[in-house]
């Protein structure tokens, strides 16, 4: 992927050898404007030590102190004021309100003192030039301060700006942090929503199986001739452990069941959907302008409650997230029925499919999520991706009655 010159520059900029490098040609810079306009002692050495300290500036940001100071005394001892010192100046300023060593306040107000120290400086540089310099008390001795004035002005801008970018970088990490929180929170909530459902669902299933075998139990005891006593108090626990287990169901049923308001009476009391129902969810797919087709192969079998409605679901799923990331898209959904007790799901379509720049990539939905779920509740495994014919497919392996498990689920779209 290519990047931006603007991303390029940030980079380049927080590369370790930007500091050593843009201090060096600083430095160089000063020693070629000393040789071509040579200065004073105090002018060489301050614009030298002010741009030479550039280079520890991100190791050690306080150093930065030194290099304005450095700077400030370097054009007190000239009235001309040497490139090489405003750019280390400013490029000290900036990194001190970048940095924060000190307040902003603190720093503009130690830039301001050193500014009218230098100006103070100047006036009697020039009092000593015979140039014509009114007195501090005469009319028009203000005008005389106006480099001091300046030299703050261009403090407080630097100091500022180096203020206002760490602001914004602290917001940006912050903001992204909050950001990766609230999706991680998002993504938990989200599979904790779909095993409680799980849950909710199982509990349906297996309190009915239940509650036949306490029902058959105890209509065993009085339907059946010739019982024994042993025979009869067996049957008697049976029902009684039966019973244990439904209370014991019921009350994990309150744990899970969500508030009233989203969840009616009728969901939870309504048959539960299984792979006898696909071809009313196919059809409900095309109702609302999909494209949908049904595929069954191998020989028809009841599966267990469990199976029937894992695949149902993920059948759901899948076709949601069709009409979702790939509406008007041709969508089939193929059912095997292995010979080897594997029941095989696909649901494909010939949208746009999983690469970098579909409209899904990179999502942070939960859809995938609770697939997921489904498919590792029952021992078996759910991919999801780009179809080997473009679009995008999802492919589960859900291995029913023989105890085993298939490999870990991997999937891209959510």
């Not at 940001?61 to 290099?67: C, D, E, G, K, R």
């Not at 599979?191 to 299933?205: C, K, P, S, T």
């Not at 690469?355 to 991919?383: D, Y």
């Amino acid at each position: 992927m290519r990047t931006s010159p603007q991303q390029r520059l940030r980079e380049w900029i927080a590369a370790p050898a930007y500091p050593w490098i843009t201090g060096g040609a600083v430095t160089a810079g000063a020693v070629v404007e000393l040789i071509a306009i040579p200065g004073g002692v105090t002018t060489t050495v301050g614009a030298l030590v002010s741009a030479a300290s550039l280079m520890w500036r991100r190791s050690f940001p306080p150093v930065a102190m030194l290099t304005v100071a450095a700077g400030l005394i370097g054009f007190a001892g000239d009235v001309n004021l040497y490139v090489s010192i405003m750019v280390s100046g400013l490029t000290g300023c900036y990194s001190l309100g970048r940095n924060r060593v000190l307040h902003p306040a603190l720093t503009v107000a130690g830039g301001a003192l050193g500014a009218l120290c230098v100006n103070l400086v100047h006036i009697n540089t020039w009092s000593r030039m015979d140039l014509p310099v009114p007195a501090l008390w005469e009319k028009g001795s203000l005008s005389l301060f106006a480099e001091s004035f300046l030299l703050t002005v261009v403090v407080f801008g630097a100091v500022m700006m180096g203020d206002a970018v760490r602001s914004r970088e602290e917001t940006r990490i912050e903001r992204g942090l909050a950001q990766a929180k609230l999706i991680a929170m998002e993504r938990q909530q989200a599979a904790e929503a779909e095993r409680a459902a799980i849950a909710r669902e199982l509990h349906d299933i297996v309190s009915h199986s239940v509650s036949m075998i306490a029902v058959q139990a105890e209509s065993a005891t009085y339907t059946t001739p010739g019982l024994t006593p042993a025979a009869r108090d067996g049957f008697q626990q049976i029902a009684g452990t039966a019973r244990s287990s439904m209370a014991e169901l019921r009350r994990l049923l309150g744990v899970l069941r969500t508030p009233p308001g989203d969840t009616g009476p009728a969901t939870l009391t309504a048959p539960q959907p299984t792979l006898g129902h696909l071809a009313e969810l196919v059809e409900q797919h095309r109702a609302v302008g999909g494209t949908a087709e049904l595929r069954i192969t191998g020989e028809r079998v009841p599966l267990p409650a469990a199976w029937e409605l894992s695949a149902y679901r993920i059948a759901q799923e899948a076709l949601t997230n069709a009409r979702k990331h790939a509406p008007g898209a041709r969508t089939v959904v193929e059912v095997d029925y292995g010979a080897d007790r594997l029941l095989t799901l696909r649901v494909r379509d010939d949208g746009p499919g999983a690469g970098p720049g579909s409209q899904f990539a990179g999502g942070t939905g939960h859809g995938l999520t609770g697939m997921r779920e489904r498919a590792a509740l029952v021992g078996g495994r759910l991919s999801a991706g780009a179809g080997p014919d473009g679009g995008f497919l999802v492919e589960a392996e859900l291995p029913w009655g023989s105890g085993r498990t298939v490999g870990d689920e991997r999937g891209s779209r959510t």
